[in-house]
């Protein structure tokens, strides 16, 4: 079992940058698969990045390929997403979510852990 906090939301302009955080507090994190997903007011579940247990295998949406940059520290139990050139339509709440896997996905469901979440607000 994993617990997750995510941190680093806030307000930015666009064209900005901020660095979400998700500290995980658990055993041997290396065995767990980690995704990025997001939720605006009104909208389903967004699927953002996810990378293998050991960081090697990398997946990104196609909205955010080539702005965002996902991350891992498995000494510290850690995983970060760097979001460059952000846009107002990026404004969501941002969650990680683990998953015991070495394989990667992108869909919700097949996440066991979250966290909370952390707000990203874009201002045009």
């Known amino acids: 079992q994993v617990q997750l906090v995510e941190s680093g939301g806030g307000l930015v302009q666009a064209g900005g940058s901020l660095r979400l955080s998700c500290a995980a507090s658990?055993?041997?994190?290396?065995?767990?698969?980690v995704g990025w997903f997001r939720q605006a007011p009104g909208k389903e579940r967004e699927f953002v990045a996810t990378?293998?247990?050991?960081?090697?295998?990398?997946k990104y949406a196609d909205v955010v390929k080539g702005r965002f940059t996902i991350s891992r520290d498995n000494d510290n139990n850690t995983v970060y997403l760097r979001m460059n050139n952000l846009k107002p339509e990026d404004t969501a709440v941002y969650s990680c979510?683990?998953?015991?896997?070495?394989?990667?996905?992108?869909?919700?469901?097949?996440?066991?852990?979250w966290g909370q979440g952390t707000q990203v607000t874009v201002s045009s």
């Open positions: 979510a683990a998953r015991i896997s070495l394989m990667p996905s992108d869909l919700p469901r097949e996440y066991t852990y």
């Open positions: 658990g055993r041997t994190f290396s065995i767990y698969a």
């Open positions: 990378c293998s247990g050991s960081g090697l295998t990398i």
